[in-house]
């Protein structure tokens, strides 16, 4: 078992920077890779980045790529978003998950295996 809990979130100005963080509960966190997604209001979950198990590998949606970092620290059982250049359409409650099949990359939320309750992103114009 996996709980995660983001923080972080907040409400900042169009082209500002927010980190999130998703801390984990358990001994097996290295085991997992994580992603993080978001959803905006009356809009489906939408995949944003994904981070392999050893931080090795990462992936990123086309609309986050080279203004959005994922990374994580094992040692510390806690997987980052930091979040730079955001826009108001970004608005949106960000969800971090574990998954152990190393697929959510894929943006299938269905692949993931636990999820923390979100943290609420807002961007101002």
């Known amino acids: 078992q996996v709980q995660l809990v983001e923080s972080g979130g907040g409400l900042v100005q169009a082209g500002g920077s927010l980190r999130l963080s998703c801390a984990a509960s358990?001994?097996?966190?290295?085991?997992?890779?994580m992603g993080w997604f978001r959803q905006a209001p009356g809009k489906e979950r939408e995949f944003v980045a994904h981070i392999s198990w050893n931080g090795g590998s990462t992936k990123y949606a086309d609309s986050v790529q080279g203004r959005f970092t994922i990374s994580r620290d094992n040692a510390k059982n806690t997987v980052y978003l930091q979040m730079n250049s955001l826009k108001p359409e970004e608005t949106a409650v960000y969800y971090c998950?574990?998954?152990?099949?190393?697929?959510?990359?894929?943006?299938?939320?269905?692949?993931?295996?636990?999820w923390g309750q979100g943290t609420q992103v807002t961007v101002s114009s």
């Open positions: 998950a574990a998954d152990h099949t190393a697929r959510l990359w894929l943006g299938d939320p269905s692949y993931a295996d636990y």
């Open positions: 358990g001994r097996t966190f290295s085991i997992y890779a």
